[in-house]
């Protein structure tokens, strides 16, 4: 019999499909075969070299001379940085003139590295990366949400191979964002403590669908996980806002980051993924009611019309089969 | 100047990115060639004389003592037909067991036809077979949603070549579909209207976006589409239910309903799409607050982190430009 889950952090709802389900091997087999990359493409602009091809660099991590993580605004951005966000309302046509921020941040000088490859160091430095640019942006009075977030690979959405992660700034929040806040809010109101506390402490306990913890972050598939291998990454000291996480946290978030994206990368056949930081900082630096965390969406099943048209999930693999098949996946050190 | 638009009715935003928008050719550059299919395959369980390959037919419409349209269960259903909608709740484990019903709708006796390709008449019998079921399916007590909705091609998800569609009916009502209809509800309460009436009547009026429209329907592309051609049908009269249109509507919705499809066929070449029947009986047979339509979703764009991560979506396309570029686009009659 399938189980219809419901997340009880988001309120999605996933049709866990366990009379069609995969085995964790059976997501494996559908990689494709991915061409071996040259440590540096002339071509590329991002690879050093090049940082002329850029639009004027807006931050770096140097070291012995090199830079690490170069920011810059996206050439082909999608919103435009200069300007006011000026609304107009005129019959159906709501609109806001597309002022915003769009920036790339390029996680390594080598083109053909991939996040779960870099030292843990280096994932360090794209985390302090994230932090300095989040608050910057935050720091724009005219923004109202910063959405840090990465695509891997093709079905991923990415354009460019040199590895990559992208910031946009957007002058207004979005409906689903404050459907969000709103249902946190009140699960806040009725049980008298963060819905995204409660789930990590079940989780925890649960223990099943846990893949990685430390002592400040725990990786896991939630129990209601929309997709195949669907990860979240949760800070375990409550915090609102991924801006205020401390020298300590980096440290540790960089050694859980790197792991999952490591056993993915192994266990998976470095399948192609998004991951995005869920922070809302607008609503104040601190509130007891909402939770920071890192979502990582391997991108190993299609949306199709059920999902388009319901906005529920069919899910063909047993998150709890998913966490345990991580767990053991060894990787090299 | 890009710029963000605001959906009225679904209250999604959108940024129009106009300073790397595509002409509406360059949609077309982007697909692949298909391969010609052959009009029966004897290994393919949804052509004539496979019949006993599917389970048990619920309906169908004959002709000439040939069948047009079959419908009978999905063979690897998410959800369950049988059993009840059990629900259970322990700490932040809810689930429902996965009682539903999953129907697969086959639109024609021939393999290598797609919906742009068969005749009026055709489209009827598959209009008429989606009412059928859609009522029935409500009349089961224990169905909260029913979700009809296509996947063509391989990126919106299709496993199967022969045309057909799908029909899941589930136990629960999933949150977004909540939202929207609180949304609508709080529009109707402000303005004294339906939304969908609004947003029909001002693009009627502006006409720039509109493809094609007749006595009952209007096809367009809302000021706020989500993706490129992104293409909304409403019926003009108003009506919460599709379960309930009329021998007439019927009539109309199949030639607007093609032609459509024609239009994307023929201006696009042949692209995957999805497409999806957004109606919602439970709330009673006839709503003031709220509209059903039909939603097509051609796949020229990818979901990526931002989409994922903000629910917001960048749109490389011109609302005004793609309509006018499927209103010019000739169809062979």
């Known amino acids: 019999m399938p189980e219809i889950r419901q997340n009880i952090v988001t309120r999605d709802w996933v049709i866990i499909a366990t009379e069609r389900a995969k085995r964790p091997e059976e997501f494996v087999k559908r990689r494709q075969v991915k061409k071996e990359l040259p440590e540096y493409r002339n071509d ?24 690490q993580i170069r920011v810059f605004p996206n050439k082909f951005a999608a919103l435009n940085n200069d300007g006011t966000a000026e609304r107009k309302r005129e019959g159906i046509k709501r609109v806001v ?25 280096q994932i360090k430095n794209i985390i302090k990366t994230y ?67 409660r789930a990590l402490r079940e989780e925890l306990q649960d223990g099943e669908r846990i893949i990685l913890e430390n002592k400040n972050f725990a990786a896991f598939i939630p129990y209601a996980a929309l997709s195949a291998f669907h990860t979240w990454i949760f800070p375990k000291n409550h915090s609102s806002c991924f801006g205020l996480i401390s020298v300590e946290e980096i440290e540790d978030l960089a050694e859980i980051f790197k792991g999952v994206l490591c056993k993915l ?21 601190s509130l007891e009611y909402y939770h920071w965390y890192i979502s990582i969406i391997p991108r190993l099943s299609k ?22 098949f991580l767990r053991d996946t060894k990787c090299p050190v």
Chains 1, 2 share one sequence.
Request: hydrophobic content about 30%; aromatic content about 12%; overall charge negative.
């Open 44 to 67: 590329c602009p991002f690879c050093p070299g090049n940082e002329d091809k850029t639009p004027s660099e807006i931050y770096r991590i140097e070291q012995d001379k090199q830079w």
């Open 131 to 197: 932090k300095e640019r989040y608050n910057a942006i935050y720091n724009d009075k005219r923004i109202k949400l910063v959405t840090i977030f990465k695509n891997h690979g093709e079905s991923a959405g990415t354009s460019l191979e040199h590895p990559h992660s992208q910031i946009i700034g957007t002058p207004i929040t979005p409906s689903d964002i404050r459907y969000r806040i709103e249902e946190a809010m009140r699960y806040y109101d009725d049980a008298g403590e963060c819905v995204f506390c």
């Open 303 to 324: 949306m199709a019309g059920f999902e388009l048209g319901s906005g529920m999930f069919i899910n063909t693999s047993l998150p709890e089969e998913s966490a345990k």
């Open 97 to 121: 003139s597309g002022f915003g921020v769009h920036e790339i941040v390029v996680e390594t000088p080598k083109h053909n590295l991939t996040p779960a490859l870099l030292k843990k160091d």
């Open 265 to 285: 990368y192994y266990g998976l056949g470095n399948p192609d993924y998004n991951y995005v930081i869920r922070s809302f900082s607008k609503l104040g630096p």
